[in-house]
Structure formats: structure tokens, C-alpha cells
């Protein structure tokens, strides 16, 4: 919610909504003004992040017969997920912003990566038998960016 005011401008986290107060002499697009609220915006993603995708991560991973040693919330401009040779499955807090069928496959496709380290037609296969619309999926999240 953006709302004027004769205070300087300030960005706040009310509940469950960001509430932009901004100087009726400034513009809302001002760089600024801008870089107040996106900070904001990275404050809320990574709490809801991590709150929800640490459990839907090991509630899927738990389902579907899987293990990985941790897992991380990132925020990286390029990638929605990643899973290292050690194990740890990295989710970005950017995946908040996507249909929850995109976020399990994100998840999917980085458990998928504990047992085949790249992405080999035994590696697709192992995401089919997961996510049976995987490339539907995969198609549609192309459709949004992980930079917030």
C-alpha cells in the first residue's frame, strides 16, 4: 500500500502488507524511493521463504524417497535453485513470487539433482516420474525472473 505523506519517506512491514509512506513533494519511482521498497519487499520474501520452503522442501523430499544433508535461501539474480555435489539444496527467496506447481518443481528439480548431477536424459527421467508436467512447467517458468 502507498500511501502521501508530509514525513519523510519510510517503508514499513504491517502485518502481512508493505506500507510505503512517501513525501508528498517526492515520486514514488524516485530511485530512492524505489530502493526503500524493494528492501522491504527482500525483508518479507526471505522470511516467508524461510518460513515455507525449508518444509515444502523436506515434506517432498520425504514423499517421494529422497535425502539432502541442509538446505539454504538465497536470493541470486540468475537461478531459481541449485543442489551442490555436497548435498545442500539452495532455493531462492524469488520463488515466492511463483504458482505453487512452480515451486515444487523448482524443488523437484533440485532433488532430482541429488542423484544425477546434471541434466542427462536420466536425469529428465527421474523429474517425469515426479512432475509428469514438468515441461509445461519448465516452459512457464521461463515466464518469470528471479531478480527482485
Not at 525449508?54 to 536470493?75: Q, V, Y
Not at 513470487?97 to 523448482?106: A, Q, T
Request: aromatic share 8%; charged share 20%.
Amino acid at each position: 500500500m502507498i500511501q502521501t505523506t508530509t514525513k519523510p519517506s519510510s517503508v514499513k512491514i504491517v502485518g502481512t502488507q508493505i506500507l510505503a509512506e512517501i513525501n508528498k513533494a517526492e515520486s514514488v519511482e524516485s530511485a530512492a524511493n524505489q530502493q526503500l521498497i524493494r528492501s522491504k519487499i527482500l525483508v518479507a520474501l526471505r522470511k516467508e521463504a524461510k518460513s515455507y520452503l525449508p518444509r515444502r522442501l523436506s515434506f517432498l523430499a520425504e514423499e517421494h524417497g529422497f535425502s539432502f544433508a541442509r538446505s539454504k535461501i538465497t536470493h541470486s539474480s540468475s537461478r531459481w535453485g541449485s543442489c551442490s555435489s555436497s548435498g545442500t539444496i539452495s532455493l531462492n527467496i524469488g520463488m515466492m513470487n511463483l504458482p505453487f506447481e512452480l515451486i515444487d518443481y523448482v524443488i523437484i528439480h533440485e532433488l532430482c539433482h541429488t542423484r544425477h548431477m546434471n541434466h542427462s536424459t536420466k536425469f529428465w527421467d527421474e523429474v517425469a516420474k515426479f512432475d509428469p508436467h514438468y515441461k509445461i512447467h519448465r516452459n512457464e517458468l521461463k515466464k518469470y525472473s528471479p531478480y527482485i
